[in-house]
């Protein structure tokens, strides 16, 4: 089969991104609380892989398989098809954009705050299931009260700019799904992506405020307003990278692409 080129790939991205603007109001809801709800099992799996291996082979190795074990949460997330709040840059501001339509872009506006509230919302409900002592071993504890401390420690332009990094990184794969149809090609892609966004320790909104939202309630020097801050930056820095420096460049490159060569 051949390759797909940008046009055709945008094209399909712009199809799924009508889709999700004019998705019925108890779907959207459900697709975002699920994702909320599905992601944690990565940052679980994470905690718990870290754990276990982190004192027979030091910090480095567990970091390594930490960010192994959290590539299944993003699989999770893309072939059970609900969506993080990021899924809703490349697809749906294309359609806005062919739209032309100041409605399309409050649909997008609207699109976005509602997802991300319900992402949180459902991340909060498991996030509440793994918290409570005895659910996880008691290291698995530990190391996400570590994390939190650790993400929390980041100084504000080091956090925008890891913001910025996961935005390109997830909206970069929202492109990507586009380009393949079998299934292994979408699990391999979505894997790997969510290893390179453990591995690389950047900032998602969602998994970034589920992580400090779990160290809280697990007794790490985190407070609610600094989980709000976090949103609010991390937020910023994923709109900037999954938009402007990806969703519009490739807007640019299909627009600007000529007919496939034969």
């Known amino acids: 089969m051949a390759e797909a080129t940008p046009t055709e790939i945008y094209n399909r991205a712009k ?21 909320g709800v599905t992601i944690v099992f990565g940052i679980v799996a994470l905690a718990t892989a870290q ?8 910090v480095g190795p567990g970091k390594l398989v930490g960010a192994l074990a959290f ?12 969506e993080l709040f990021t899924e809703n840059f490349f697809g749906p501001v294309a359609a ?6 100041s409605a399309a872009w409050v649909r997008l506006a609207r699109l976005w705050g509602l997802i991300l509230l319900l992402n949180l919302l ?37 956090t925008f700019m890891r913001a910025v990094a996961a935005g390109t990184l997830l909206t970069l794969l929202s492109y990507l799904l586009h380009a393949v149809t079998s299934s292994a090609s ?45 949103i609010l930056l991390v937020g910023a820095g994923n709109l900037v ?19 496939r060569r034969k």
């Open 96 to 101: 806005a954009i062919d739209r032309r339509q």
């Open 71 to 82: 590539g299944i949460g993003l699989v999770f997330l893309i072939i059970g098809r609900s």
């Open 122 to 158: 459902g991340g909060a409900v498991m996030a509440a299931v793994f918290v409570v002592e005895g659910a996880l071993p008691s290291g698995a504890h530990q190391v996400l009260s570590s994390m939190a401390e650790e993400i929390n420690g980041k100084s504000g332009p080091a």
């Open 241 to 259: 990278g999954g938009v402007l420096l990806m969703t519009l460049t490739h807007t640019a490159q299909a627009k600007g692409a000529g007919p």
């Open 186 to 230: 979408r699990i391999a892609l979505a894997y790997l992506a969510g290893v390179f966004l453990a591995l690389g320790a950047f900032d998602h909104v969602v998994v970034t405020a589920l992580h400090l939202l779990a160290g809280l309630w697990l007794g790490a020097q985190v407070t609610y307003p600094e989980l709000a801050l976090h």
């Open 51 to 58: 754990h276990l291996v982190e004192p027979a082979m030091g």
């Open 15 to 35: 199809q799924e991104g009508e889709r999700r603007l004019f998705m019925p109001p108890l779907e959207q809801i459900s697709t975002g609380f699920i994702a």
